[in-house]
């Protein structure tokens, strides 16, 4: 596997549902995103990691939870969501910035499309 | 605040015509980079360029072509010879760093349809 993964694609889930998505990335990168897009709206950060340590939170409801075990890996558990939340959750890393001197790219994985019942 | 405006929601042309999506900015940093993606069907969103504050030189890559100017806030992005394998929706991001993680704030996006 190479560059950003995300699990499942697609996911339908009831609003007092628990479900998890994953996120993995293989590039050695050392912070990641979760972003969410819903129809019409930009894209909206949720929360970022980095170097393990959740670095933002975005306003985001506590219905959702990330998790980031390690560098790799990226969770985001849900539960008891609403129909508004339905949307494509995107995952994203980058190397961490002080290392490279700059600004780096993000990149970006194929997305989780939520549909919440 | 920082904020990124893409005004054009859809733009449809002909193939083999040039199109410019536009991007304007907001930001009180006065280091920053900027970004554009493009976000084929299939979902994710692919790094097309990036741009530093301090660096104003127009970019050429193939088709794709960039203009920065600071003056005016804008960042905005030329297809040569558009090919309808272009169609997708581009956006423009602005970035900032926060606590060592990079913030990008993306504008709308512009859909961009290439009829054969």
């Known amino acids: 596997e190479t560059g950003v993964t995300q699990t499942p694609r697609h996911l339908v889930m009831g609003m007092t549902n628990k479900k998890s998505l994953k996120c993995e990335q293989h590039l050695g990168h050392n912070a990641m995103y979760w972003y969410k897009q819903s129809a019409k709206k930009p894209l909206e950060l949720m929360f970022v990691y980095n170097f393990k340590e959740q670095t933002e939170n975005n306003s985001v409801p506590s219905r959702f939870s990330p998790e980031c075990p390690n560098s790799s890996h990226l969770f985001l558990h849900l539960h008891t969501l609403q129909p508004e939340d339905s949307a494509l959750y995107l995952c994203?890393?980058?190397?961490?910035?002080?290392?490279?001197?700059?600004?780096?790219?993000?990149?970006f994985g194929p997305g989780t499309r939520l549909t919440v019942l | 605040a920082q904020k990124v405006t893409q005004a054009q929601t859809e733009i449809s042309v002909v193939e083999k015509e040039d199109v410019t999506l536009d991007c304007v900015y907001e930001t009180r940093d006065t280091t920053y980079y900027l970004f554009w993606y493009k976000q084929p069907p299939s979902g994710e969103l692919v790094f097309l360029i990036r741009?530093?504050?301090?660096?104003?030189q127009n970019e050429i890559s193939g088709r794709y072509s960039w203009n920065f100017q600071k003056s005016t806030s804008s960042f905005n992005f030329t297809i040569t010879a558009s090919q309808v394998v272009d169609s997708a929706v581009y956006f423009c991001a602005l970035s900032r760093i926060i606590q060592g993680a990079q913030k990008l704030v993306f504008g709308q996006g512009t859909r961009l349809t290439i009829n054969p």
């Open positions: 994203a890393s980058s190397q961490d910035p002080g290392l490279a001197g700059g600004y780096n790219e993000q990149f």
């Open positions: 741009r530093n504050s301090f660096d104003e």
